[in-house]
């Protein structure tokens, strides 16, 4: 994980500014003959497009994904898969009085204070948008892993501290809040509403399953697949913390509570969340992100100007009360492609 | 994170398995003409020694390390420095009856899953042993990080689910459990006897401060600071979760609570704990990691053995009742070593 | 150098085909705050251009390079930086008859062994016109090392077995062939429409120089400066063969001759070729590269189909007679890239 | 290849300096279940060793390897690989009159101004006894190789400009200087007596074939097999250039004679060296490596000391008459850590 790129084998470089031209990735060391289409990668794409849920802003991107190489007639071809989504909605002048302003909770002063320079406009490469590259890898990934029977669902778990109780991830995936629970999911809009009105936000959490993962993928010591599934997790703007199987909750167990007993069909509890000295059981992968609230809000705040002097800020622009449920199809993206890494590594070894 | 390198620039290898000849650490990128004596690798080493705190394991290793390339007259050259601690009380026989079975929440199951074979005398290379040229390295990390004034502290924040409330870390420096509560601590001690007169184990949550990292450390967006602080953590075989700043409190905020105001001075607040869009602010990073309770408890568990069948395994050997304060250097040790990549990283660009 | 990315600090991956919607480069880990325009780019894309010179084939591309990310008002913001060149010339069928057969000397038949598909169209992504990316990203890497003093300048010292004599550098930038010697390359000329004329091609050797590079870069010792070099230049499809300073010539002189003193104002002579262990010197780094001669000829050949029948291949499209000189500037690019490389690793640690 | 390190799945990382206590090399990334002894390794490190040649130097080391990690009862168990080599007969303080003194074409002016310190002794981490490790690195790798029916076989084409003219390989594997052709040889043992009488030195050509390989290995566009190749030799220390196939003389040809025709049964004549476009074609691969003259000679020769002043050096110590055969090893173990990494490489997309 240096820079923009991500993966071993099946690495991906995303490029691109919330208001230049266009935002993109290339995916290289994608295996071949793997059955692609633009319309594969779209699908997911719109799952994470703006305006359309209810904790969504009005700025509305065509997000039309262009394959511009590694795909003939249908199939990948084993080269580089370069992606393209053209900026179609950018009003980059909205963002100038921004210019010499740094917005509390973005990465305004810390861009600036790494490289001297940055481009103001919503965010420029911090901004959420350039997650849309990692969708649409992760799009390709999830065709990889999905060859090998492994799937990646994920849900809203808690969104403004209400917390999804009945899990039914097959109710999440209708959900316009991608939450299993749909009395919860009704509180929820109830304060994503509170929210809006107040000029305020919310975080939330999301939950992860990795179902059909066969044992034996991550490579250790430091190439484990729970600190390669944390730090690409981590590496999503929002997020703020990330467990795995019990999580924190395990810190507070005995051993004795802890450990899953093995039988013959399995194992009887999962307290490892699938993954055991850094490799997978063979059992489900459990994972839950911390996401917080977005640091656009409405009312003004106190911060300082790019020459050091005191300001107050003002955030204009189009913003979500909360990445929820926008963040799902990345937290997913992020997983597919640490998986499809591993899937091929695993099998440079295992032949 | 490949394997069994990390690092960019700053690029650690260990290696070693508990009851082999030895283990160790080469460590490559290391700027040149910095003082390093086997005695400043020696004092991190002995801080995770077994057999010198009241949860630890009887086993006692000198651990000496020995220095064999990479320094020359007292300073480091520039080319490779290669550690090595001899495994000099390695009773490999006692594991003799672990040979075929699997440990529950032990990494002996999927190593066999993913390699076929496996080491299985104390773990093999999934031991805690490992931890040891992690250490190792870590030191020469925070001679580099040292030189650019960055500190890097942790201490037992929660250990069997109680918490240190007043946390003064001069006082968790001179700590047994490394605890800056001197109260919690006594409780701490009562409850780790309990378990051990159990045969149960128990799990804690260690948090770590670095001060005085300047801001501009971290590579968006996949090579982010928080990024690879999470992977590096995680990585740890106890740990569970990872959070930096607010964490997972923070899903629970509004972003009016959570942003941080900025001040001619610095940040009002820190609940972004040092790190916006993935580089460092200029504010103390914070992170806290959730460990689990050791796996090897004495009672019988439910288990299978190599060839499927179900069996009971007795783990005997010897075993700390928790992994606190035992893996707290090691969790400094990764925090140092990712620190110092991304230091070397930001020189690159920044000059 | 990992499938089709290249570089630690200033890494470059290109992607594309031949008949694709486009080529191009994400260029990650540049410098910020380094003026960069289209027009730097284009400079350098217009001297590989097909139709421009004697040996040329009438293929004519606009060529025309768009930054999609990356550059803020005329600077570089440290972010990826996204090259797109549209394939507007692109006639693809002219190619169906190839869909089947493996030209000789192509590599039609290794991608087909490797990937078991390819696109067939103008050699895919085997073709030169992949260099386009390359050429575009030493665009920029020649900006980062310019602004250091480093100058890289190559020529063709032999086509078609004409050896240029007298090497004049500064005659070489406005020769038609990029060749030094107005004499010889006057017989290169006829050397061309010979072979044109006999629908054959030639090969030769391209000398490439390095002036102004400082001493210090280039990591031992895999990662030695002359190991990049060749490994980059090696990778250009042409190439058959790099040798530095003496090269070849130095295996057959003794050590007395082939050691060059060392005075106070520098080398008495230059047969190691400014490189010494694998790191620069500080004199003139010296390449020379033999590239084989266009294996796209006119008349018939043996070959094979894709299902292992022996066959007839005629080879259409169109094509240049020799690489020389399009080559050239994607040798430059190639050294320039492997420089930019080599100086931000150096100004990690030296600072 | 950066720095120390080299591979993308199939990692080798050397350390050590000449006269430090040991030099070593880790393995990372070795499949499972493979076979492997210290005798394996031995019997490749003996072909190396110096004092039994008729062009080596007195210098004897024992040089005997031990297994620290990864390997359990008998077989690879896919953790890293430790292996160390005591430097049991190390001078240190013959060289203590070069400390302030850069030998001629040697790296110690190169290391001084890239660290600005170094390891005088011996020539530090540029002496040729660096790649010990690289020959008990290459002899893991030749196993993997093995068993895939690939092997390396490398022998001298030419020494102080004699050239082998009758290439007999398996005369080669009993020859003293690993030469094929014995009326060669024995010229060529005149030339190293006559240069040894003179204090000189003489450089050579290796020839490297290997057999067997399979088609489709190699990574376009920068992970080619032969620009892995070509920058695994350069990175040899005494290598001064690198051709593939036909080589520069590829450079005189014309595409009708420099074509490989192609048949069912296979490639007619061999100038592509085995591969195409990066990609290994099944037929032989083909290398040729120039070897400059040992720059320890015997006569004062003149040079700076690391004031800049001008002085006359005479190098003392222990020295080869020729690189050649005793790089003959190192040459394959390059080649066979290469093919190795990418063997593995090509198994994670085949399958």
């Not at 994980?1 to 991906?12: A, D, K, Q």
């Not at 007639?73 to 989504?85: A, D, R």
């Not at 802890?258 to 399995?266: L, W």
């Not at 913003?319 to 997913?332: G, L």
Request: with cysteine.
């Amino acid at each position: 994980m240096s820079g923009n790129t991500i993966g071993v084998l099946f690495r991906v470089t995303t490029w691109g500014e919330s208001h230049g031209p266009a935002t993109g990735a290339v995916i290289d060391g994608c295996p071949p003959r793997i059955g692609l289409s633009a319309a594969d990668i779209q699908g997911e794409l719109d799952r994470r497009r703006p305006g359309v849920l209810p904790s969504a802003s009005p700025r509305r991107e065509a997000d039309r994904v262009e394959i511009l190489s590694g795909v003939f007639e249908g199939k990948t071809t084993g080269t580089p898969i370069s992606l393209m989504i053209r900026n179609s909605d950018a009003e980059g002048e909205t963002y100038e009085g921004l210019r010499d302003l740094f917005r509390p909770g973005h990465g305004d002063i810390t861009y600036q204070a790494k490289y001297g320079i940055r481009d103001h406009r919503g965010g420029g490469r911090a901004s959420g948008r350039e997650t849309a590259g990692r969708v649409a890898a992760g799009a390709v990934a999830r065709r990889i892993i999905g060859l090998a029977g492994i799937t990646v669902l994920a849900w809203t778990a808690e969104l403004g501290g209400i917390a999804a109780r009945n899990l039914s991830p097959a109710a999440a995936e209708t959900s316009p809040l991608l939450c299993p629970d749909p009395e919860a999911e009704e509180k929820m809009r109830e304060r994503l509403q509170e929210a809006r009105a107040a000029g305020d936000t919310l975080g939330g959490i999301v939950e992860i399953v990795v179902r059909g993962c066969p044992a034996g993928l991550g490579e250790p010591v430091f190439g484990k697949m729970d600190a390669g599934l944390a730090g690409a997790l981590m590496g999503i703007g929002t997020v703020k913390g990330v467990e795995i199987g019990a999580g924190f909750a395990a810190a507070r167990m005995t051993g004795n509570a802890c450990n899953d007993p093995i039988r013959p069909e399995g194992f009887r509890t999962n307290h490892a969340g699938g993954i055991l000295a850094g490799i997978t059981s063979g059992a489900e992968i459990v994972l839950r992100v911390a996401c917080k609230p977005i640091p656009s809000i409405t009312r003004p705040q106190e911060t300082v100007d790019v020459h050091g002097n005191p300001a107050i800020v003002t955030v204009g622009g189009r913003h979500d009360v909360s990445v929820i449920p926008r963040i799902i199809p990345v937290c997913e993206a992020m997983v597919c492609i640490v998986l499809a890494d591993h899937l091929l590594r695993q099998r440079a070894i295992a032949s």
